[in-house]
């Protein structure tokens, strides 16, 4: 599609997203490279900590901005867990669902992680709860980009001449 066509405002949700899903792309070639197990030292848990930490952030940096590009705003103290859940909802004619019922639940696990390994000051990481984490975080590699490139090519077809006929 020519990109000429495609609407300013969505143009820039296009960009922003594809320069997260690089950042998340990179990330999830780190944590491919992990192990986890009963004798993993606590600076290797804290490392695959941070990264988990960071691609969920990536992730929601996405949903924040396709909630703002389409006037969906949050405004509650449990905004992060409602714009997750927001993601997997069909609001068509407004926008479709972005991620499936697979990709919310692990989401959810990597967003409560993320909310843990924050405001956990002093907790001992748990390697055997981090690896479940983990297998969630890295069963999205395939997944996730494939259901945010079928949100892209919706933004698409929403600025295509072809379809506003």
Not at 5 to 25: F, N, P, T, Y
Not at 118 to 146: C, H, I, N, T
Request: net charge negative.
């Amino acid at each position: 599609m020519d990109e000429r066509v495609m609407d300013e405002k969505h143009l820039i949700l296009d960009r922003r997203i594809r320069a997260d899903l690089e950042v998340i792309g990179k990330i999830q070639s780190v944590l491919a490279t992990a192990e986890l197990g009963p004798e993993t030292s606590e600076k290797d848990l804290v490392f695959v900590g941070y990264q988990l930490h960071n691609l969920y952030n990536a992730v929601e940096n996405i949903f924040r901005n396709i909630v703002g590009a389409f006037g969906n705003h949050l405004e509650s103290s449990t905004w992060h867990a409602e714009l997750l859940d927001r993601m997997r909802l069909d609001l068509l004619p407004l926008r479709p669902a972005v991620i499936d019922a697979a990709s919310f639940d692990a989401l959810d696990e990597l967003r409560r992680f993320r909310h843990l390994f924050r405001a956990a000051y002093g907790v001992e990481l748990d390697a055997e709860r981090m690896a479940l984490v983990l297998r969630k975080a890295l069963a999205l590699r395939e997944s996730f980009p494939r259901q945010i490139e079928g949100f892209l090519d919706f933004l698409r077809r929403l600025d295509s001449p072809e379809e506003s006929r």
